[in-house]
């Protein structure tokens, strides 16, 4: 099967960005399951420039209610975002990808440094 024309120019926009292969497969992986998911509509983009932003809002949101890995999650929306302002939107447009998140302190590592973990604000 071959890739989507939206997975197709995200690949490309990694290439301008530089991404390492770690990258490169996050955002593979969470463009192609935008794209699955917007796929059955008749309005599907076929220019990332195209997208709603909206749209994209709600699939974080979407994806946020499953996540079990908080750090995963915001590298995750980091790479949606990466590949959006390289595709030409502006910092100002992509306000709404975003999820809030509250740090916990832990106690010290054995080393005495500060240890914190991540939870979504939800």
């Keep these: 099967m071959s890739d989507s024309s939206l997975l197709e120019q995200v690949k490309r926009c990694a290439e301008k960005i530089g991404c390492n292969d770690m990258m490169r497969a996050i955002m593979a992986t969470v463009w192609l399951e935008f794209d699955q998911s917007i796929a059955p509509y008749p309005s599907h983009p076929f220019r990332l420039q195209d997208l709603d ?70």
């Design 53 to 122: 932003v909206a749209l994209l809002a709600g699939f974080v949101e979407a994806r946020s209610k499953r996540c079990v890995d908080v750090e995963f999650l915001l590298l995750e929306i980091t790479c949606i975002r990466m590949v959006l302002l390289e595709s030409g939107f502006l910092h100002n447009q992509l306000t709404g990808l975003s999820v809030r998140v509250k740090r916990h302190r832990l106690a010290n590592d054995e080393n005495g440094k500060y240890r914190f973990a991540k939870t979504l604000c939800i």
